[in-house]
């Protein structure tokens, strides 16, 4: 079974910057992604970023492009979201999440295609 475990969740001023964290366990597939999504209230979850499970391929969300980086360490069995940059519209959620479908990671990195998620962290934002 697999199990996501977030963390680096936290508050920053505007401009600055966090990198979450995503523990893996319990992971046989060898497709599909993983990545993280976000929601912020009183808004549906969104895709912000995934990666392929061979790292081959990723997808940023053009609201995070040039600001935030995914990675993965697969020794660790560990995805990273690196995010700079922050901005008041960053506030939300932010979930890890994962699936093994067969898509591009652009198609898997929506919430409709997810098999498993974390329980999430809270990244905030304030001056």
């Known amino acids: 079974q697999v199990q996501l475990v977030e963390s680096g969740g936290g508050s920053v001023q505007p401009g600055g910057s966090l990198r979450l964290s995503c523990a893996a366990s319990?992971?046989?597939?060898?497709?599909?992604?993983i990545g993280w999504f976000r929601q912020a209230p009183g808004k549906e979850r969104e895709g912000v970023s995934c990666?392929?499970?061979?790292?081959?391929?990723?997808y940023y969300a053009d609201s995070v492009k040039g600001r935030f980086t995914i990675a993965r360490d697969n020794a660790k069995n560990t995805v990273y979201l690196q995010m700079n940059t922050l901005n008041p519209e960053d506030p939300a959620a932010y979930y890890c999440?994962?699936?093994?479908?067969?898509?591009?990671?652009?198609?898997?990195?929506?919430?409709?295609?997810?098999?498993?998620w974390g329980q999430g962290t809270q990244a905030t934002v304030s001056s």
């Open positions: 319990g992971f046989t597939w060898t497709t599909g992604a």
């Open positions: 990666i392929s499970t061979d790292a081959s391929s990723a």
């Open positions: 999440g994962a699936t093994p479908h067969i898509q591009p990671v652009e198609t898997l990195c929506h919430p409709y295609y997810i098999t498993d």
